[in-house]
């Protein structure tokens, strides 16, 4: 199995509400981050967490959070988000970290802030 | 300026033509150099993955080319079909600490 699962796959939200996204793995991979992704645009990494603890935040600010509550899940807790928010959102995941680990994409997470 | 330079931006063709995409790429220490393909709204999905040593890959009809001297790579794929119409992103990772920086990828529309 060498699936990344994400869900929902579409998300429309305001500006006030609270909303979480989920990223599920099974292959036992050490490593997963969430990355987002603008239209025409190669993605961007936000965060990367390694056996199950944050060790790259890549300036994102605090209206993202996310969370690891065990090695085959992450989510990306979402509050008071902008418009410039709305984009794909990928989760990957990998082996590892430090060598050259293939990395495994979900389908992503369109969201849409209004 | 992007340490990861793909060409051309976009690229369209016939179906069953053969097409080239390019990767010039500064990134150092270099660790390795992967093509994904993504299809819109998807995920990517890996296409070759070649290391210092290697200087060409293949899958299936896609075929990748890597000159490290030059800092050089490109995705040939051979008689295209539909469903090749998709970005190719090339992406280079880091020797140190295999952190990637992705280029920006050629959407490429394969016409019938």
């Known amino acids: 199995d060498t699936e990344v699962t994400q869900t929902p796959k579409h998300l429309v939200m305001g500006m006030t509400n609270k909303k979480s996204l989920k990223c599920e793995q099974h292959m036992g991979h050490r490593a997963m981050y969430w990355y987002k992704q603008k239209a025409k645009k190669p993605p961007e990494l936000m965060f990367v967490?390694?056996?199950?603890?944050?060790?790259i935040n890549e300036s994102v600010p605090s209206r993202f959070s996310p969370e690891c509550p065990n090695s085959s899940l992450l989510n990306l807790h979402l509050h008071a988000l902008q418009p410039e928010d709305s984009a794909l959102y990928l989760c990957?995941?990998?082996?590892?970290?430090?060598?050259?680990?293939?990395?495994?994409f979900g389908p992503g997470t369109r969201l849409t802030v209004t | 300026k992007n340490q990861v330079e793909q060409s051309p931006q976009s690229l369209i063709i016939l179906e069953g033509k053969n097409c080239t995409l390019q990767c010039n790429y500064t990134v150092s220490p270099f660790s390795n150099l992967r093509w994904y393909k993504q299809d819109t709204g998807r995920g990517p999905v890996s296409l070759t993955i070649?290391?210092?040593?290697?200087n060409t890959k293949s899958n299936g009809r896609y075929t990748a080319t890597l000159d490290a001297d030059t800092k050089q790579s490109s995705l040939h794929i051979t008689a295209s079909q539909l469903s090749d119409s998709a970005s190719y992103i090339c992406?280079?990772?880091?020797?140190?600490?295999?952190?990637?920086?992705f280029g920006a990828g050629t959407r490429l529309t394969v016409k019938p």
């Open positions: 990957a995941s990998s082996q590892g970290r430090t060598l050259p680990y293939e990395q495994y």
């Open positions: 070649m290391t210092f040593s290697e």
């Open positions: 967490y390694s056996y199950e603890k944050l060790s």
């Open positions: 992406v280079v990772s880091l020797y140190n600490n295999n952190d990637m920086r």
